[in-house]
Nanobody, 123 residues
Framework: QVQLVESGGGLVQPGGSLRLSCAAS????????MGWYRQAPGSLRELVAIITSGGSTNYADSVKGRFTISRDHAVGTVDLQMNSLKPEDTAVYYC?????????????????WGQGTQVTVSA
């Protein structure tokens, strides 16, 4: 089994900062890409930022210059530093990872999601 557990959401005023963290655990052989998505009420889930195993990053245009994604290979974590937050950043943020896991028959590669953490930007 593989689990992704997020932390760090909350309420912040416009212009403020928050840092989200996500930790992967379980029978992990290799963690490939890791990323963050978000879903606002009435909207589709959208990509916020992604980081490959090689460290390449990609960001949604709406967060470029404000958000920074980083990962720690040694402990299987991915963080999202969010600065200059705007009300339109309000959403549930989900951690996502492409993980190859061990099982009794060998290894299997799948996409995993965390449970989500609420970020609310409001005065």
């Amino acid at each position: 089994q593989v689990q992704l557990v997020e932390s760090g959401g909350g309420l912040v005023q416009p212009g403020g900062s928050l840092r989200l963290s996500c930790a992967a655990s379980g029978s992990i052989f290799r963690i490939n890409a890791m990323g963050w998505y978000r879903q606002a009420p009435g909207s589709l889930r959208e990509l916020v930022a992604i980081i490959t195993s090689g460290g390449s990053t990609n960001y949604a245009d709406s967060v470029k210059g404000r958000f920074t994604i980083s990962r720690d290979h040694a402990v299987g974590t991915v963080d999202l530093q969010m600065n200059s937050l705007k009300p339109e950043d309000t959403a549930v943020y989900y951690c996502n990872s492409d993980i190859t896991r061990y099982y009794s028959g060998g290894v299997s590669r799948s996409d995993y999601w965390g449970q989500g953490t609420q970020v609310t930007v409001s005065a």
